[in-house]
């Protein structure tokens, strides 16, 4: 089975930034799409970046448009990272790994994603 461990959780305080990773402990070889969620309380659990993997090196990344320009996903062999800048409170919330075997182009919906990991909170104070 595929164990999805995150890490990097923590509080920061408003404008600061933080780097959450995802470890693919097996099967990395089958998780083509990765990526981020997040569920703050009494919201539904949103997508806040995936990444693709391609052939020869290339990844293909989208990003939530509350996210965007802050925040940045990449891999490192088996390991997916996110890197948080600029961080608001309405950042707050438990972040999760997700990943799935394949590519869907509605890449937003968790649905899609067949591997979670467990979440880490993420904190941001004023």
């Known amino acids: 089975q595929v164990q999805l461990v995150e890490s990097g959780g923590g509080s920061v305080q408003a404008g600061g930034s933080l780097r959450l990773a995802c470890a693919a402990s097996r099967y990395t070889f089958i998780l083509n799409t990765m990526g981020w969620f997040r569920q703050a309380p009494g919201k539904a659990r949103e997508a806040v970046a995936t990444i693709y993997t391609l052939r020869f090196g290339t990844y293909e990344k989208h990003y939530a448009d509350s996210v965007r320009g802050r925040f940045t996903i990449s891999p490192d062999s088996g390991t997916v990272h996110l890197e948080m800048n600029f961080l608001r409170i309405e950042d707050t919330a438990i972040y999760y790994c997700?990943?799935?075997?394949?590519?869907?182009?509605?890449?937003?919906?968790?649905?899609?994603?067949?591997?979670w990991g467990q979440g880490t909170q993420v904190t941001v104070s004023s």
């Open positions: 997700a990943a799935q075997d394949g590519y869907d182009a509605s890449w937003w919906e968790a649905e899609k994603y067949h591997y």
